[in-house]
C-alpha cells in the first residue's frame, strides 16, 4: 500500500490524519511505503504519519521525500519561477522511479523515518506549529469584493468546509489549509495563510 501526502508544518495534514485514524481497520496488518511531498523541509511529516500507521497495526516498509512546487500561493517569500517548479516535478518524476526500483529489489527508502528527521522536524518546527495541523481553522478568508459566487471553491473543498450564501462564498470552521479553492478562484478572492494571491498552483501549468 502506498500512503502520498503533503507535509504541513512537519506535520500530515489534519485530513490525512483524520483519513487514517477514520479508516484504522483497513490498514491493519498492511505494508505501507509512505511518499511525502513538501516545499522545502518534511523533517517529521513521513515518521509522524509513520507512527500514526504503526498505532493502528501496520508495517511501514519505508519513505521517500520530494520537493514539489509548494501550494501557499499566498507567501511570496516561497514562490519559484515557473522554470524552477517544473525542474522540481521532473526530478520528482526521477525519485519516483528509482524509488520503485529499490522497493522491487527489497531495500526500500527509508527517508523521512529516522531519528535525525524525527528531532529536527519536532525543534524545527512541530514544537511551535504542533496547533496548526492538531486542528481545522476558520479558513479561507474571502473578499467578498472579488468574490462572483460561482461556487468553484464549494463545490472542491474536499471538506464541505464553504457554501454560497446569498452569492457570495462563506466558509465554516473545517478547513484544512490544503488550498484548493485557493488555487482554482476565478478572481483570487481567497487566501489562507498569507494575504494576497501570488501564484495559483494549478495542474496544467506544469505539464
Ligand atoms: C499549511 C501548509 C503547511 C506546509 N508546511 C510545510 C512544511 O512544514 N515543510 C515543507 O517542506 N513544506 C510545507 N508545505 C508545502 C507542502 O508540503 C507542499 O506544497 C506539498 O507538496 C503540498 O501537497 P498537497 O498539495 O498534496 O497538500 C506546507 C503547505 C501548506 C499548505
Known amino acids: 500500500m502506498i500512503n502520498i501526502l ?7 495534514p489534519k485530513i490525512v490524519q483524520d483519513f487514517i ?20 523541509f518534511s523533517g517529521d511529516g513521513t515518521g509522524c504519519t ?13 519513505g521517500l521525500h520530494i520537493k514539489m512546487p509548494d501550494c501557499i500561493g ?7 519561477t515557473p522554470e524552477a517548479n517544473k525542474a522540481l516535478v521532473l526530478q520528482a518524476e526521477n525519485k519516483i522511479t528509482a524509488a520503485v526500483s ?6 526500500p527508502l527509508k527517508q523521512g523515518l529516522g531519528i535525525f528527521c524525527h528531532i529536527a522536524g519536532l525543534f524545527g518546527q512541530r514544537l511551535w506549529f504542533y496547533k496548526k495541523t492538531a486542528e481545522y481553522k476558520k479558513k479561507p478568508d474571502i473578499d467578498e469584493d472579488k468574490c ?8 472542491l473543498c474536499p471538506m464541505d468546509n464553504i457554501c454560497i450564501a446569498e452569492s457570495k462564498a462563506k466558509s465554516y470552521d473545517r478547513c484544512t489549509m490544503c488550498y484548493r479553492c485557493f ?4 478572481t483570487q478572492a481567497l487566501t489562507i495563510l498569507g ?5 495559483q498552483c494549478l495542474l496544467e501549468n506544469y505539464k
Not at 195 to 199: D, F, R, S
Open 6 to 12: 503533503g507535509v504541513y508544518f512537519s506535520n500530515a
Open 102 to 107: 529499490e522497493l522491487k529489489a527489497g531495500t
Open 183 to 186: 488555487s482554482h478562484c476565478p
Open 74 to 80: 499566498d507567501e511570496k517569500v516561497l514562490k519559484k
Open 195 to 199: 494575504k494576497h494571491v501570488y501564484e
Open 21 to 40: 485514524s477514520a479508516n484504522k481497520i483497513l490498514f491493519e496488518n498492511k505494508k505501507i511505503f509512505i511518499i511525502a511531498t513538501m516545499g522545502l
Open 148 to 155: 462572483i459566487g460561482c461556487g468553484r471553491c464549494a463545490k
Open 50 to 62: 509513520a507512527r500514526l500507521f504503526r498505532k493502528y497495526d501496520a508495517t511501514v516498509l519505508g
